[in-house]
């Protein structure tokens, strides 16, 4: 399958601070049956150019194995820790001196991570979350690294109440006694809010009140916007909705200067039957989409251009959670290294375009409305300017004589066309990025690189139109939807009703 080449999104911030730019990082757990050696995971990441992760722990061969790689990590003081450290100043020293001071500076730790998601899993924990935040503080200022370790709690998004609008966002009052003295620790540090932010829950509990467009980072239409009635700020996609939200409840506290780093994010790639959105091409999608947000320094309507650095969750698929089928599929890469889907990262331009494994294909919906992927198609094949001559009866692609077959294969000719480029994937809903070569037979789609086009470095060239036919199947240009529609796919090409 070739590489997942998180190396293109984690490049262009490997000559930077992380105070300069936004990165992407990831998050490694070790679930698996099958746990690669550390000398191996740390090859991974290095072949992948990956520069920024986050341990569950402080495991001593992994922190041995990252030394001298540059590689900045965020260790975790795990929940099971938590109480001998919040209660006992020495008991915080001894963990700084035995996890931190043994390996720094050779292994390059950024952050310290204590417990994880305590106010929500393990709230006996939480009147003593500050107090061992405190004291591992205090154990780096002896040291002297207080300036070059921060100290914060990764929080469920769960913890903020009534998230949209975000402008009206406030976090659970129950644990303001823990709230605001921890706002004033990472203020008075001058930490960050350790945030998980999971789009793929919010959307599964909304029970269809939020589209899976908005919750995947697909282009929306000016009118599918959600609007924050109070500031008129307007959301596209969930991601920068928590986001904002949280902003929103830490300046209800009157803390408007901490900022935010999401420390879990991601999609599975599998699940069973009650998670039928937990599918790769999901995963692939709103991975690929968060990657280009947050390079592109996008912020959040509330913070535009301000940095939200992520940690993508995961590295490996875990085998050994626990739970349902999606648990054990968050990764990004099977155990032996390889990777679980290709990103889809062309939006950015030609990035990758020397590698030919970054393949990428634009396929019909199996649940759109028939008639508007005739519509769809009918437009693909007359102004679009595909060459549909392989739709043809009797030519390679005819079968099957479908509406979605034919869509499928003039929709990725476009797409190719159009050198991937961003949006040029959406037929007004209809069509959908995959990473799955779509061709069959002796059907070979354009974005396979095969016989029924010519590529260079990856991309489609546009075909040549020297007849004076579009080579479409008649069916398509004498059917009633051609000529009610064409005229109107053509101008709502330009208002980017598909673009």
Known sequence: MGLVFLGLFLMVVSATSADEAAFVGVNIGTALSDMPDPTQVVALLKAQQIHHVRLYDTDQAMLRALANTGIRVIVSVPNDQLLGIGQSNATAANWVSRNILAHVPATNISAIAVGSEVLTTLP???????????????????????????????????????????????????????????????????????????????????????????????????????????????????????????????????????????????????GDSSEPDATMDNANTYNSNLIRHILNNTGTPKHPGIAVSTYIYELYNEDLRPGPISEKNWGLFDANGVPVYILHLTGSGTVLANDTTNQTYCVARESADKKMLQAALDWACGPGKVDCSPLLQGQPCYEPDTVVAHASYAFDAYYHRMAMGDGTCNFNGVATITTTDPSHGSCIFPGSGGRNGTFVNGTALAPSFNSTTSGCSPRFFQSEYFYMHSALFGVVLWTAVYL
């Open 124 to 270: 006996n924990a939480a009147p003593i979350l500050v107090s061992a935040m405190n004291f591992i503080h205090s154990a780096l200022v002896a040291a002297n690294l207080d300036s070059h370790i921060k100290v914060s709690t990764p929080h469920s998004s769960s913890i903020i109440l009534d998230s949209f609008p975000p402008s009206q966002a406030f976090f659970n009052r129950t644990w303001d006694p823990v709230m605001v003295p921890l706002l004033k620790f990472l203020q008075s540090t001058g930490s960050f809010l350790m945030l998980n932010v999971y789009p793929y829950y919010d959307y599964m509990q909304a029970n269809g009140a939020i589209p899976l467009d908005y919750a995947l980072f697909r282009p929306l239409l000016p009118t599918k916007e959600a609007v924050d009635p109070n500031t008129l700020l307007h959301y596209t996609n969930v991601f920068d909705a928590v986001v904002d939200a949280a902003y929103f409840a830490m300046s209800y506290l009157n803390f408007t200067n901490v900022p935010i780093t999401v420390t879990e994010s991601g999609w599975p790639s599998k």
